[in-house]
C-alpha cells in the first residue's frame, strides 16, 4: 500500500487491516500507551484548502507513532514555482508521505505518479478516502458488522458521499443518497464504482424520508463546498427541503445515529437540534479520524506486531 488517493486504492482485505490496526492502537491510546512504531518516519502535509480535523488528526497521529510532520503552506510554491514533477521528486527525498489536500482530483493524481514516497488525498473535490474510513470505523464501533445494513446521505452528491459510497459498497453496506437530481452521483463515477464492486448497493432518490426509512445512520454534509462558496444562495434553494432536522430523523428508525463530517452548517443541512442530540456521532467521527490514520499510517509505512 503505496498510495491512498481513492478508495479504490484499496482493497477491502486493506481495509479490514487498517481497522484491526486502528482497534488496537486506539485501546492502547485509551490507556496512555502511544508507542513509537513510526520513529524517523517524516509526514508533509500540502495543504491549498483550509482544515481543521484532518491537518490536526495527522500530526497528532504522526506524533503519536514517533514521527514528525512538516505542514507546506503556499510559500513552497506547488505548482506555481516549479515542475509538479520536479517538486514531486524532490519532496519524495526528503519525506517517507505527503498527505495533500487541494482542489482538482487530478493534482493529487499527478503528484502519486511522480512521487516515489508514500501519497495520501486528504481531500480534493472528487474524493475524501480518510474521512470515509473514519466514519466506517465508526459506525462499526456504533453496530458492530455492517453488511446489509443501509447508510442514508441526504445531501450533495459530493467528495464525501462518493468516498461513503465506495467505502460502503466495499464492506457491504447499502448506500442510499438522497438529492434533488442535479446533484446525484454522475454516471462517470457510478461507472467507476461499478466496475471496482461489482455487487455494490448503491441507489438515489430525490425524496429523503424513503432514503432514512430502513437506515442505521443519516449523514449530512455543507451544501457548498469549499470552493463553491459563490453557488451558496443558489445550493440553500436548491437544497431547502433536503435539512436534516428532527421531522426527518423521526422517519428513521429509532436506533439510527446521525453523521456528519463537519465543518457544519447549523440552521443549514443539520439543526442544531439533530448535531447535538444524544444520537449525534459526530465527534466521535472527528475523533476517529486520528486513530483511523494511525492505522493508514502503519500500514503504509511500517510494521505493525
Ligand atoms: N472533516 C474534515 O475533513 O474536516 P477539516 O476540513 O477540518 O479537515
Ligand atoms: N464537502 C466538504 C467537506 C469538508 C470536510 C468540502 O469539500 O468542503
Redesign the pocket.
Known amino acids: 500500500m503505496q498510495r491512498l488517493v481513492t478508495l479504490a486504492d484499496l482493497s477491502t482485505a486493506d481495509v479490514e487491516r487498517i481497522f484491526a490496526v486502528t482497534k488496537d492502537l486506539k485501546s492502547k491510546h485509551a490507556v496512555g500507551l502511544r508507542e513509537p512504531i513510526l520513529p524517523g518516519r517524516v509526514m508533509a502535509l500540502l495543504f491549498e ?1 483550509p ?1 481543521l ?2 491537518r490536526v488528526s495527522f500530526e497528532a497521529a504522526m506524533a503519536h507513532l514517533g514521527g514528525s510532520s512538516l505542514f507546506l503552506g503556499a510559500d513552497v510554491g506547488f505548482g506555481s514555482r516549479e515542475s509538479v514533477e520536479d517538486f514531486s521528486r524532490v519532496l519524495s527525498e526528503f519525506v517517507d508521505v505527503v498527505v495533500m489536500r487541494t482542489h482538482a482530483h487530478d493534482t493529487v493524481v499527478q503528484l502519486a505518479e511522480h512521487c516515489s514516497c508514500a501519497v495520501i488525498n486528504g ?1 480534493t ?1 472528487l474524493a ?1 478516502p480518510c ?1 470515509a474510513l473514519a466514519d466506517l470505523y465508526t459506525l462499526r464501533e456504533t453496530f458492530g458488522d455492517l453488511k446489509g445494513r443501509t447508510l442514508a446521505y441526504v445531501g ?1 452528491g ?3 458521499a462518493r468516498s461513503l459510497a465506495t467505502g460502503c459498497a466495499m464492506l457491504g453496506v447499502r448506500f442510499v443518497l438522497a438529492a434533488p437530481p442535479a446533484y446525484q452521483f454522475d454516471d462517470a463515477f457510478l461507472g467507476r464504482l461499478a466496475k471496482q464492486v461489482p455487487g455494490r448497493d448503491v441507489s438515489m432518490t430525490d425524496d429523503p424520508a424513503t432514503a432514512v426509512a430502513d437506515a442505521m445512520a443519516v449523514y449530512t ?2 451544501w457548498a ?4 462558496e459563490a453557488e451558496t444562495e443558489k445550493r440553500r434553494r436548491d437544497f431547502a427541503d433536503y435539512q436534516v432536522n428532527a421531522k426527518l430523523m423521526s422517519a428513521a428508525p429509532d436506533d439510527a445515529v446521525f453523521m456528519h ?3 457544519a452548517h447549523r440552521g443549514d443541512e443539520v439543526t442544531s437540534e439533530v448535531i447535538d442530540a444524544p444520537n449525534s456521532v459526530v465527534v466521535a467521527q472527528a475523533g476517529n479520524r486520528m486513530h483511523v490514520q494511525k492505522g493508514i499510517l502503519t500500514c503504509m509505512l511500517g510494521t505493525h506486531a
Not at 463546498?225 to 463553491?228: D, I, K, L, N
Request: net charge negative.
Open positions: 484548502k482544515s480535523r484532518t481531500l473535490d475524501h474521512q450533495d459530493n467528495n464525501v454534509d455543507v463546498s469549499m470552493g463553491q463530517c463537519l465543518p
